[in-house]
């Protein structure tokens, strides 16, 4: 073990934490002022529910060594039985496996509440609840393995994905897409102003978020190591090259320099620089990012003008952001790895059978989870109580 | 007594008090409305392209002056200070007042203003 | 000319303001207030239990209009938007104007509303 | 009817409003507004030194009364409990109001107050 | 020296200073508005205040070798004199007895803090200065002395507190009472509505106080080994759990899912597995966490309804929660130490005394200080100002 | 290569970065309503425009091998060529060159991010991203070579500057006065009141650039060492006592404690504790820091007396601040150095070389090109505009 890493990822793991919290001014900055803490209470119930199931369950799906031809863990770990002090070879000898499990622990609680998106200021919180339960065992687990987990089929095919871009990104937004079909948009969608009530918290998210990304990607080298560096100044540089485009395209369109192109930009760039922030050389990270602003817009603005009231745009972000840095990751990866560019056209043949096979199995299921819910609990709260905002009628409180 | 209510740019508030008070007005409130008239709406940012705000920020200065004072005088200085010529420069209205009264010393009528 | 003032839920406010809109009104000012009537207090949760807040947010809505128009009309256009048919639904009030004057053109009078 | 309108201190709102309730009234509504008039502005710090606010948080409380309702005995009672008889204890105004009506049941009149 | 536990120790160093911050945010949104700024500016005048007292006589007092019976460190380390570069055996053979200092002065500095719990919305601002200097030398240095001191009886009878539960919490919350006690409430108090001001405000507290508390627990471990990994973890899975908890009550009580529930739960569930941090396995983590949700709740439920106005209930949750975790150490220890459930009633009764002491001491000194101060100098504002709030008249500032 | 160090330097580097978000809020609060939004995206523009320039031109101006007689650094690392995973001796050999690079570039963002304090509640949005970008690449660049580049006049001189007395904040300072004495004075000023709006926002601000700070002066010691534990130390003290005298002066002329007052004083102190850091002992940085807030105070309020509306005081706190610091430090200098209370007369020569030739610098290249851009593209908004504020006209957004 080596207490330089175990610091290392110690802190990872608590820069990783802080991202929800951030999400929570993120998103709830998005919305109106009536529902501004449904959405908080969205992001800080996940972080709770989410580690209680982890533990008692979804770790062990995810991280037990396999039992279904690649498709999902065992029950080993159920209960964090044999999850201790010690480190396991497996995944890291240089940590205690208590250690990888709790940095683990802090993607799953980002990825739920990210989930929150679709759910905006419509959704009754109990639903939510008993929604995210579901879908963080049948959805995350099983694709957490495939990537990630001992035997996982994805992770053996040799699928590159330095921090998550998968797991995290695609899965989400694929989710989010599925749940806002389902559950249909707000009353009054496209039809009244439903303007963001709060830039600065928008602002404040973004700042812990992108801090928050150092630990999510730096810390995914699982070490405090050259590649750590690299996957930290590649989020950094990535970030930056995203804000920097989205906020040049929208000024051409609007002549205003918009502070929330300029942060939905810098979402879009770490989001695609996250499945290679290890795998490619800086300029590409630049690429990548700048890239990942102009794609995520575009899809964004496309999504504005469907039916499809995916309310805070996980599908127009973290989906197209994730599809595009996998696929890039299989174009630039040089670094410990080949993509297209060194000449292994089979890389990117097999980042693409990632984000197929990922958006197959999110859409699906969540799709059906999602189905199911809305015919049997049902999601959406009463019309009054959705004009009246969700705050008072969920939470008792007001912001 | 009249109750001059006027409906002002939010940025003219401290032209239109300096005038009021070469006048020798200085009773007055303030209220942070949200107006609709003949302004156009303003185009906002959102995370793509933009919005239509209907509901522009105004600012209700409300006064309650004496007969004794040349109401007229009163409004042609808010008019002047508070005028840019483009729609949504806003309104004045004059609304009849029975009678007021000072809380402090429970005096009435005119002179308290 | 009348002002009328109206009391309304907050999330009324769209679908009144249409309503207004399609009778030809569309000068108007909004205020936040916080209200007291026939309304039971909401429970709010605070760390133990529950409070109640016997202050409730409404939005009072303003329009000055002018002699000419319906005024009952107007009136109904505002009921049969704003009602629930709960208490909490809110007042209407009426008070005379004297006088009205356009900020931007110096324009009096009816016309101008 | 009458309308009346008081401007007090934010702190002694929650007095006023027991005042009123002793007396049976019930109808209200709050207004947070700014006021200039007769109190010294009050001095806050900025990074170095003090600065003045020449506008003054204030609330304004506004109620409907129906004529039956002894209108002295209003105020009075406003007034016993706003004040404190230092400057900026605020005014009350009274206006005339021609109609009122509830939008729950669009009944109108006195009555509905 | 360790380069690897320096890193460690500094970085959470920053993660318990930025806790008072947080803190401020956490009480500062439940208070009205008008006293907003006022509690902001308790919680940062304590990060001055207490750092220099500290400095000249405070770290002494607590950290020098026993002058006193084991009841008082000496005055060897007045000034910081002799507390230099080099390690300090005694304490930490792996890091610059500089770096032990400033450590603990963050919990020195977080625990006074707290303690404006019952000074909200009534107190002056010079009284309450003046208090928190004498109250930091008088009570505070004490106990952490007895506890974590050169020679402190606690330490010495072998009292378990991992991270401060006696010290910091329990400590605090019985101060907070006595305080509370002697001030009497605010005008006002069960009568008016005083209501929370800012609950994003409280959420954001909640992700710093979250955040720190991973440095808190996870640096007392003074390294970056497994026992801190262990302590972070089990730190992050009690908080879940406490904030679970209490939400569910909550619901069944109100059917709503209160927000500020969620936050006071995992705050109650952070104090109670402070002391058991590094000696339980997770899964008692989780339960003391839980159990603390519940038994908070209680008091707090209790509280509000009597007569005192403890006003951010540092007794309910701290208090509570604090006494809560020492005996829980005493039951379910098992990491280096072990408690009843292995056997080992001793531990349990050490805990007791360890409690009871600190409990007495903390109260019947504070209450004695409040006292004689409240006859002298007196606390209370004029009630017009209590009325009209104190940002104005103590700060000449608006929030 | 250390993996100590490098954890280390990551975290300081991710410790940094957030300052940058904490000064959107705290310059943000100090405005009113109508600009906040304006300075926050200021801030945000500077993290990505600042490291993309960084990246192709910056870090070779200011880092690469000398090329001008000690005035300015090669065109060696363009484009960050061979900056990568392999450590670079001359800066450090304990990390990949590529983490010194970014710890830098956050450097470089914080400073022109303050820079930011001159243009407020006036400047066109346009004009500010064209001269932060000119700035950085003409003044930034050349002042950090010569303190910090290999072969830097000043560095080689011997000028001693912990983590950038000089470079960040004497030349932000200086910057800052000339810009400000440029643009002229906003509309109103003097005349109208110009109320902080967001006292909290200051306060959240000042925690985080509180907290960056230890990254900031900590990390300067490049490595996890006994110097980087002093240095954060002695940040920590000295702004305890910059908040402190700044608090107990202005209760002296107001019997009010301004919260701003605290805040700023810190400020002040973690200022002039900048260049110190790790070359004083902790009772030196206690009072750097405590002369701080009143020298800062005082010149403060000359400031706001005058006709120049350099509006959130950089040249007041940073500039003033960051001349005491580098004086003191040539008086107060005693580890791995030696300052004039050792007979060193010399170093205090140095420094105060090193204090004029950045002032001289820093402010007549800024003046020239903010009075060009001036006179050409222009910096002032229309004062229609400027009235009714800029987060409306330049940025489509409402606080
Ligand atoms: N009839 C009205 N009743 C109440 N408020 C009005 C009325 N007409 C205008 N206002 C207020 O005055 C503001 C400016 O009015 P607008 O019609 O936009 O400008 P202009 O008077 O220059 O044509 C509106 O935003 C609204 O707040
Ligand atoms: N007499 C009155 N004077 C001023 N405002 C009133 C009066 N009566 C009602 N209001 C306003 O109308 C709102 C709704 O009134 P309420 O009596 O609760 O409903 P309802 O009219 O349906 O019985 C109140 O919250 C208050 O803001
Ligand atoms: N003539 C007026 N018209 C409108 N509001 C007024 C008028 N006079 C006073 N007010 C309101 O009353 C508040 C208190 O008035 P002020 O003159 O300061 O106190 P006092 O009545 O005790 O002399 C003011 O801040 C303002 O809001």
């Excluded at chain 1, 300029?283 to 899809?299: E, K, R, T």
């Excluded at chain 2, 522009?56 to 808010?78: A, F, G, Q, R, Y």
Aim: some cysteine; overall charge neutral.
């Amino acid at each position: 073990m080596s207490a330089a890493d175990i610091t290392f990822i110690l802190i990872c793991t608590g820069l990783v934490f802080i991202m929800t919290p951030g999400l929570a001014f993120f998103y709830g900055g998005l919305l109106r002022k009536k529902n501004i803490i449904n959405m908080m209470a969205m992001c800080f119930v996940s972080i709770a529910l989410v580690s209680i199931i982890w533990f008692f369950i979804s770790y062990s799906l995810a991280f037990a060594p396999d039992i279904g031809g690649g498709f999902i863990g065992g029950f080993d770990f159920i209960g964090l039985f044999g999850v201790g002090r010690d480190s396991y070879g497996v995944y890291s000898s240089d940590m205690p496996h208590l250690l990888y499990m709790v940095f683990q622990l802090m993607f799953a609680i980002i990825t739920v509440a990210i989930i929150a998106s679709p759910f905006s200021e419509r959704v009754n919180f109990s639903a939510f609840i008993i929604f995210i339960s579901i879908w963080l065992i049948f959805v995350y687990s099983p694709i957490a393995h495939w990537v990630w987990g001992d035997g996982g089929w994805l992770g053996m095919l040799g699928a590159l994905d330095f921090a998550g871009g998968t797991v995290v990104h695609i899965n989400v937004g694929f989710a989010a897409l599925a749940i806002a079909m389902v559950i249909g948009p707000r009353k009054g969608y496209q039809k009244e102003v439903m303007e963001p009530s709060n830039i600065p918290y928008v602002l404040l998210g973004m700042g812990l978020l992108w801090l928050g990304w150092f630990g999510f990607n730096g810390g995914s080298a699982l070490g405090a190591n050259d590649i750590a560096v690299l996957a930290l100044f590649n989020t950094h540089i990535g970030a930056c090259a995203g804000g920097i485009v989205w906020m040049v395209i929208e000024y051409n369109n609007t002549k205003k320099y918009s502070t929330l192109g300029i942060a939905s930009g810098a979402l879009a760039g770490l989001v695609a620089v996250t499945p290679a922030a290890g795998f490619v050389e800086p300029i590409w990270a630049l690429i990548i990012g700048g890239v990942s602003g102009a794609i995520c817009l575009f899809v964004l603005t496309l999504r504005t003008r469907s039916k499809i009231d995916e309310t805070l745009d996980a599908i127009s972000i973290h989906g197209t952001g994730g599809i595009w840095g996998a696929i890039a990751t299989g174009l630039f990866a040089s670094v410990g790895s080949s993509g297209l560019l060194l000449g292994n056209l089979v890389q990117l043949l097999i980042q693409i059978i990632g984000v197929l096979a990922t958006i197959g199995y999110s859409f699906g299921v969540t799709y059906a989870i999602a189905w199911i819910m809305n015919q049997t609990i049902g999601f959406r709260v009463p019309i009054e109580i959705e004009y009246a905002g969700l705050d008072m009628s969920q939470h008792g409180e007001k912001a | 007594m009249k109750k001059i209510e006027c409906f002002i740019r939010p940025e003219k508030l401290e032209l239109v008090k300096e005038g009021l008070f070469e006048k020798g007005i200085k009773g007055m409130s303030i209220y942070e409305v949200r107006g609709h008239g003949n302004q156009r709406g303003i185009l906002l940012s959102s995370r793509a392209g933009q919005y239509c705000v209907e509901w522009i920020d105004k600012l209700k200065m409300e006064l309650v002056v004496s007969n004794k004072v040349d109401i007229n005088d009163i409004i042609n200085t808010i008019i002047s200070k508070a005028q840019t010529g483009k729609p949504g420069d806003g309104k004045i209205f004059i609304l009849p007042v029975e009678e007021s009264i000072r809380i402090r010393t429970k005096e009435r009528g005119e002179d308290i203003l």
